[in-house]
């Protein structure tokens, strides 16, 4: 069974600090990760995806990715309470079933004024 | 079309009834997803189509629910004599392909049922 683990959180951050988000995941042969962002009563959005060890920043955000360790992160400076939301990491193996794509459970984030 | 099209936006069914999800994907998009999310829950993986097939069913709940996608665009998902418990937003995506491409949300069907 291929997983992808989320602490469910929450996460509390105050203002102006740096969140820390972080996912781990089952199949070795994965490829791509993705997080997006579900506000509450919202489809999820695309925030930034990754596909080779190391760190990719976008802004405030910054996704690394360790495939030795199976691990992928989100890193988000600044944090506003505008960045309250659940933070969903998806991972995909292009062989691999549910069209490839198998999603976390998702960690909430709330970040405190 | 700009976005993931789906509709209706909002439905409430009587227990026992049918009832049609319709999704318009992205345009040129070969890839589409459908997945289920309860009130505070996770994304529920259902099916998944590549053109017109459905190469992972694996996710359908129940006989009660079923899929189809024509013409490489619209996919209609079905769900049969309807249950309290099938009270969710249904979600569909879409992506230009399968492998390593993105994949973009609409903003839910979302069903009550009573």
């Known amino acids: 069974q291929k997983e992808v683990e989320q602490n469910s959180g929450p996460l509390s951050v105050p203002e102006g600090a740096i969140a820390s988000l972080n996912c781990t995941y089952s199949d070795r042969g994965s490829q791509s990760f993705f997080w997006y962002r579900q506000y509450s009563g919202k489809s999820p959005e695309l925030i930034m995806f990754i596909y080779s060890n190391g760190d990719k920043e976008d802004g405030r955000f910054t996704a690394q990715l360790n495939k030795a360790s199976q691990y992928v992160s989100l890193l988000i400076r600044d944090s506003q309470p505008s960045d309250s939301a659940t933070y969903l990491c998806?991972?995909?193996?292009?062989?691999?079933?549910?069209?490839?794509?198998?999603f976390g459970k998702g960690t909430k984030l709330s970040v405190k004024p | 079309g700009a976005g993931v099209s789906q509709s209706p936006s909002n439905k409430v069914t009587e227990k026992g009834k049918d009832v049609e999800l319709r999704c318009d994907p992205i345009?040129?998009?070969?890839?589409l997803y459908w997945y289920r999310q309860r009130l505070g829950q996770g994304l529920e993986f259902l099916i998944y189509f590549q053109g017109n097939s459905a190469p992972d069913k694996s996710g359908l709940p129940s006989d009660r629910f079923s899929a189809e996608r024509t013409g490489e665009s619209v996919s209609t998902l079905t769900i049969q004599r309807t249950q309290q418990e099938d009270s969710a937003v249904y979600l569909c995506a879409s992506s230009l392909g399968a492998a390593g491409n993105t994949i973009y949300f609409g903003e839910g069907s979302w069903l009550t049922v009573v």
């Open positions: 345009s040129g998009h070969t890839a």
């Open positions: 998806a991972v995909q193996n292009y062989g691999g079933s549910q069209g490839n794509l198998i």
